[in-house]
């Protein structure tokens, strides 16, 4: 493990990383399990990194299920600060999460997690591959212009080894079915997020309310979920007897 908060891996420690993963997704866990240590000060930071080939999503690796669970959100809305740092290699700060006018229903999606603030970071790659780091934190303001670039020094210090390893491993296939499951479970879990801000109960709750919103609708979960994230409200239900 790398350790000293603010350095770069050497060469080494990142081929060593590459090396000893027995695949890409376990190498991308490492990586920004390496990333989150070393940009976080005294408590790890939230980190994640997504992976984009030939326009697909590959891969998302975090360094925890809260960071995991923001990144896949975006992926629901297929819109966000990581994808657009993705897809136009330009680095992205969301400042304060509250007043972001950007992506409103991700924004709202976020702030039931807790977040604030979010930084958004594209890793340099080459053609047919895009890859962005994505910071998370739970304090508005908290990246200011130093740390944005110690984190774009960072993502310039990692990508060559990215690139070397998705060139070693062969894309990751998903099954189409699977892909799909995958995507309708991005879409519920975004959908209960919203719902919890909306009507400030937790997401247990929000669950319920949605599970009785299908039932009483007779309409599939995953449906009622996607109107819920392009703005329809969630339907009205009967408390029950």
Known sequence: MISGTGASPTPEQLQDLLLESPGFTE?????????????GGPEPMLCAITVEREGTPATVASSGEDAKRLDEKQYAFD???????????????????????????????????????????????????????NCYSRTSGVFDEATVAEVER???SISRILRLALKVHPPEIYPEHLRA???????????VALIMVQNRCGRERAMELLHLAARATDTRLHT????ILHGASLPSVDPPQ
């Open 224 to 227: 009622i979920a996607a109107d």
């Open 154 to 156: 960072h993502t310039s």
């Open 27 to 39: 190498f991308l866990l490492g990586l920004t399990t390496v990333s989150a240590t070393l940009l």
């Open 79 to 133: 819109d966000g600060p990581c994808l657009t740092a993705l897809r136009h290699g330009t680095t992205v700060l969301v400042t304060d999460v509250e007043n972001e006018d950007r992506w409103a229903h991700y924004a709202s999606a976020i702030s039931g997690e807790g977040i604030r603030s979010v930084l958004a970071v594209p890793i340099g790659t080459d053609p047919g591959a895009a890859a962005a780091l």
């Open 181 to 191: 499951a995958l995507k309708s479970r991005a879409i519920v879990d975004a959908a």
